[in-house]
């Protein structure tokens, strides 16, 4: 039994690895902690381009949501708004970093509630057709700003 195990996380390990290959890496990702009943919440981490070309993050996915769209935050009418956006691009030698009240990866309909310290797995596409798999921790993320109006619950 034991060995079983130390088997299995030897292997899980080592497929991390291989997928870290690409000219993509991640850091510091994060899913926020939303109360029990909230069906939707986002997850913010910084991709960084080591390559020479311009990279798109096109597609996340997680088995611990519906639906997983990329968002970015627009300000209409004095208000802020989710809108999903297409892509991310992460420049050649630079960053994208998704952070509250800007670009964010959005759980869509959770399967169940999440607890702190839970960990979310994440599969991340870009156009490069690399990918990277991690697990994001859920953490307490304080909103962008003091009003109410910061993320509209619909
Ligand atoms: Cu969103």
Not at 2 to 29: E, Q, R, Y
Not at 72 to 95: F, L, Y
Not at 106 to 135: A, H, W, Y
Request: aromatic share 4%; proline share 9%.
């Amino acid at each position: 039994m034991k060995k079983l195990m130390l088997c299995t996380l030897f292997v899980a390990t080592w497929s991390i690895a291989a997928l870290a290959d690409g000219a993509i890496s991640i850091a510091d990702p994060q899913v926020r902690l939303v109360p029990p009943g909230t069906p939707n919440t986002g997850v913010f981490l910084v991709m960084r381009n080591g390559g020479d070309k311009d990279v798109k993050l096109i597609k996340a996915e997680s088995p611990a949501a519906k639906s997983v769209e990329l968002h970015t935050v627009i300000e209409e009418g004095g208000m802020k708004k989710m809108r999903p956006v297409p892509s991310i691009a992460i420049r050649a030698k630079g960053e994208a970093v998704l952070k509250p009240g800007d670009y964010h990866v959005m759980l869509i309909g959770l399967n169940k509630p999440l607890q702190e310290g839970d960990s979310v797995p994440l599969t991340l596409r870009f156009d490069d057709g690399s990918s990277q798999s991690l697990q994001a921790p859920v953490r307490q993320i304080a909103m962008p700003m003091a009003a109410p109006t910061a993320m509209p619950m619909k």
